[in-house]
């Protein structure tokens, strides 16, 4: 496999509106971020990911971008921009930046030319229908609840938004609309960025005729379905992946990752493989979907371990050799991790970095949320009015509205919801956990008293400096990048246990994923003269026999085999 700069790489996500307000207008903003650029450089990461920045009428957080190369006025200026690329570039780090190319906003020059009328120029950068029978041409549901079509009075048709009515769909088999999307991606790469992380990109291309799921309307009040099998991996989603590498990509020495809604690891290989020229590696959900019960996100399940451990192992395996996996457990859009899959009361710490073990070790590239080097966790927030994510708000009116419990609803906020990620970075004790002098567009976690940046560094035994110390051992040892991943005792219900191998060494990977201790074999199959403890999350006699390993709640163990 080929050695690349991104695969020995650690990347940071940042969430620039929760990260640090540096005006007190409760904010997170582009000089805040400058003013914790230390602090990053200090954790070790090698790649900052900065989600959307660009202008934006925020309906999504700017997810709905206006105009593609200006930065949001409520977040800075495009020399406070440069300022934060030369302040990573001289600290050694990279950046790669958000696009958001399935949609624009409805303020962007294009939407507002497009809809003006079905002649006008722009039209065609959209997605537009007359509908049926006064009904949407089709049955497709938005993300965001309701119909994935919106009528425009002005302009007499219906137009495509598979997330926010602000957020059209653009119209990728349109040429000049490509284009336009390409030489935007070249200005950008011209000042120097290191690549994208590309927002839903495999939804851009849509099925001709735009099928209904459930067949014909039938002019009764519509319901609405997931539409995926027209707009997931659609019929050109590859040559339009190709023409960009061609035309744009190609061209730098460049990360890209594109978030695949619904992908499996088949289908991800074709966008992967490194023979193919598209992406470098996707983020897949299968791993964020283990607790979605058959109703989706909201049904939430409890997840089980064997899903867990066969889910990663099927892309480790699958991609192994061909493509590059990408490694994450929250984002911005989902629940935090040490809430979801660890025990953020009983074992937070522990349990915080077992599941960092897990991710810093497998095959791919780790993403690190911010707040997660420091175990932040979910938030239960009284009333709905506290929530601002444009999800939540409209899946608890439209369940409401369908005769579900408020209670219920709130449950599944409090488990599931994407502000959980949202709430502002814990960096200190003080007022607003430091996060902002004014009011935080999103309210703190209360339990930032304890969880915080600043308690993290004067505690040699926290979880921020283990995520130090496992991002310092990527860079020590080859076979934490390249090593292949095989599997140990997939039967045993408490413990995920793996070999990694590269050459003549292994790596023996060892989690306890529960807060009651748990007994570990290993098969007799692993042969080795030597071992050598890399890191742990407790206190550990190196020289201990590895044949039954008892382990404590939540205890990981990385030995270096020879
Ligand atoms: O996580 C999700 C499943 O319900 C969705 O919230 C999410 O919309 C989906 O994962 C796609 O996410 C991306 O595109 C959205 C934006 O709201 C998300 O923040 C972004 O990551 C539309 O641009
Ligand atoms: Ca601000």
Same mark, same amino acid.
């Given at each position: 496999?080929?050695?690349?700069?991104?695969?020995?790489? %650690?990347?940071?996500?940042?969430?620039?509106? #929760?990260?640090? &307000?540096? @005006? $007190?207008?409760? !904010?997170?903003?582009? =000089?805040? *971020?400058?003013?914790?650029?230390?602090?990053?450089?200090?954790?070790?990461?090698?790649? %900052?990911?900065?989600?959307?920045?660009?202008? #934006?009428?925020? &309906?999504? @957080? $700017?997810?709905? !971008?206006?105009?593609? =190369?200006? *930065?949001?006025?409520?977040?800075?200026?495009?020399?406070?921009?440069?300022?934060?690329?030369?302040?990573?570039?001289?600290?050694?780090?990279?950046?790669?930046?958000?696009?958001?190319?399935?949609?624009?906003?409805?303020?962007?020059?294009?939407?507002?030319?497009?809809?003006?009328?079905?002649?006008?120029?722009?039209?065609?950068?959209?997605?537009?229908?007359?509908?049926?029978?006064?009904?949407?041409?089709?049955?497709?549901?938005?993300?965001?609840?309701?119909?994935?079509?919106?009528?425009?009075?002005?302009?007499?048709?219906?137009?495509?938004?598979?997330?926010?009515?602000?957020?059209?769909?653009?119209?990728?088999?349109?040429?000049?609309?490509?284009?336009?999307?390409?030489?935007?991606?070249?200005?950008?790469?011209?000042?120097?960025?290191?690549?994208?992380?590309?927002?839903?990109?495999?939804?851009?291309?849509?099925?001709?005729?735009?099928?209904?799921?459930?067949?014909?309307?039938?002019?009764?009040?519509?319901?609405?379905?997931?539409?995926?099998?027209?707009?997931?991996?659609?019929?050109?989603?590859?040559?339009?992946?190709?023409?960009?590498?061609?035309?744009?990509?190609?061209?730098?020495?460049?990360?890209?990752?594109?978030?695949?809604?619904?992908?499996?690891?088949?289908?991800?290989?074709?966008?992967?493989?490194?023979?193919?020229?598209?992406?470098?590696?996707?983020?897949?959900?299968?791993?964020?979907?283990?607790?979605?019960?058959?109703?989706?996100?909201?049904?939430?399940?409890?997840?089980?371990?064997?899903?867990?451990?066969?889910?990663?192992?099927?892309?480790?395996?699958?991609?192994?050799?061909?493509?590059?996996?990408?490694?994450?457990?929250?984002?911005?859009?989902?629940?935090?991790?040490?809430?979801?899959?660890?025990?953020?009361?009983?074992?937070?710490?522990?349990?915080?970095?077992?599941?960092?073990?897990?991710?810093?070790?497998?095959?791919?590239?780790?993403?690190?949320?911010?707040?997660?080097?420091?175990?932040?966790?979910?938030?239960?927030?009284?009333?709905?009015?506290?929530?601002?994510?444009?999800?939540?708000?409209?899946?608890?009116?439209?369940?409401?509205?369908?005769?579900?419990?408020?209670?219920?609803?709130?449950?599944?906020?409090?488990?599931?919801?994407?502000?959980?990620?949202?709430?502002?970075?814990?960096?200190?004790?003080?007022?607003?956990?430091?996060?902002?002098?004014?009011?935080?567009?999103?309210?703190?976690?209360?339990?930032?008293?304890?969880?915080?940046?600043?308690?993290?560094?004067?505690?040699?035994?926290?979880?921020?400096?283990?995520?130090?110390?496992?991002?310092?051992?990527?860079?020590?040892?080859?076979?934490?990048?390249?090593?292949?991943?095989?599997?140990?005792?997939?039967?045993?219900?408490?413990?995920?246990?793996?070999?990694?191998?590269?050459?003549?060494?292994?790596?023996?990977?060892?989690?306890?994923?529960?807060?009651?201790?748990?007994?570990?074999?290993?098969?007799?199959?692993?042969?080795?003269?030597?071992?050598?403890?890399?890191?742990?999350?407790?206190?550990?006699?190196?020289?201990?026999?590895?044949?039954?390993?008892?382990?404590?709640?939540?205890?990981?163990?990385?030995?270096?085999?020879?």
């Amino acid at each position: 496999m080929d050695k690349k700069w991104w695969k020995e790489s %650690v990347v940071y996500q940042i969430y620039p509106r #929760s990260f640090k &307000d540096s @005006n $007190g207008d409760g !904010i997170g903003d582009l =000089q805040g *971020i400058i003013s914790k650029l230390d602090y990053l450089n200090h954790l070790g990461v090698d790649v %900052v990911w900065l989600c959307p920045v660009y202008q #934006s009428p925020n &309906d999504d @957080n $700017g997810y709905d !971008i206006s105009n593609y =190369q200006s *930065i949001m006025n409520d977040f800075g200026t495009l020399s406070d921009w440069e300022e934060l690329l030369a302040g990573l570039h001289s600290r050694g780090m990279k950046l790669i930046m958000d696009l958001v190319v399935n949609h624009s906003s409805d303020e962007h020059a294009w939407f507002v030319e497009s809809r003006k009328s079905q002649d006008n120029p722009y039209r065609d950068y959209y997605i537009w229908s007359p509908g049926k029978d006064g009904q949407p041409p089709n049955d497709w549901g938005s993300f965001f609840s309701g119909s994935a079509w919106e009528y425009d009075e002005k302009s007499e048709e219906y137009y495509l938004h598979l997330f926010s009515r602000k957020q059209p769909d653009l119209n990728w088999d349109n040429p000049k609309l490509r284009k336009e999307i390409y030489d935007m991606m070249t200005w950008w790469l011209d000042k120097g960025i290191d690549g994208f992380r590309m927002d839903v990109i495999n939804l851009i291309s849509k099925v001709p005729g735009l099928p209904s799921v459930s067949g014909e309307s039938n002019g009764e009040q519509p319901t609405y379905h997931f539409g995926g099998d027209y707009f997931v991996n659609g019929p050109r989603v590859h040559e339009y992946m190709q023409e960009m590498n061609r035309e744009v990509l190609s061209k730098y020495d460049i990360m890209t990752v594109g978030e695949a809604v619904n992908v499996t690891p088949e289908e991800a290989s074709l966008y992967v493989s490194e023979d193919r020229n598209e992406l470098n590696m996707v983020f897949h959900f299968e791993l964020m979907d283990v607790d979605s019960g058959p109703g989706g996100k909201w049904n939430v399940q409890p997840w089980k371990l064997a899903d867990i451990k066969s889910i990663i192992s099927k892309w480790q395996v699958a991609l192994d050799g061909k493509g590059w996996n990408s490694l994450y457990m929250n984002n911005h859009d989902q629940p935090r991790m040490l809430s979801r899959f660890g025990d953020d009361k009983l074992f937070p710490k522990e349990s915080g970095k077992m599941l960092a073990t897990l991710l810093h070790t497998l095959q791919g590239t780790p993403y690190i949320y911010q707040g997660e080097e420091i175990g932040m966790t979910n938030v239960q927030f009284a009333s709905i009015d506290d929530y601002k994510d444009i999800e939540i708000v409209n899946m608890y009116k439209e369940y409401l509205a369908a005769g579900h419990s408020e209670e219920k609803i709130m449950n599944s906020i409090y488990i599931k919801g994407r502000d959980n990620g949202r709430t502002p970075m814990q960096w200190n004790s003080e007022s607003q956990a430091g996060f902002t002098t004014g009011t935080p567009w999103l309210a703190v976690n209360p339990n930032y008293q304890d969880i915080n940046v600043e308690n993290a560094l004067a505690d040699p035994d926290s979880i921020f400096y283990y995520y130090k110390k496992l991002i310092e051992l990527r860079k020590q040892h080859e076979i934490i990048v390249y090593g292949s991943y095989t599997i140990l005792a997939e039967e045993n219900e408490q413990v995920y246990a793996y070999l990694r191998t590269l050459g003549e060494e292994q790596l023996l990977v060892v989690l306890n994923f529960f807060g009651e201790p748990a007994t570990f074999d290993l098969p007799s199959t692993v042969k080795f003269q030597a071992k050598e403890l890399l890191i742990s999350n407790y206190e550990v006699n190196p020289e201990e026999e590895l044949n039954t390993i008892q382990l404590r709640p939540y205890e990981a163990r990385v030995y270096k085999l020879k």
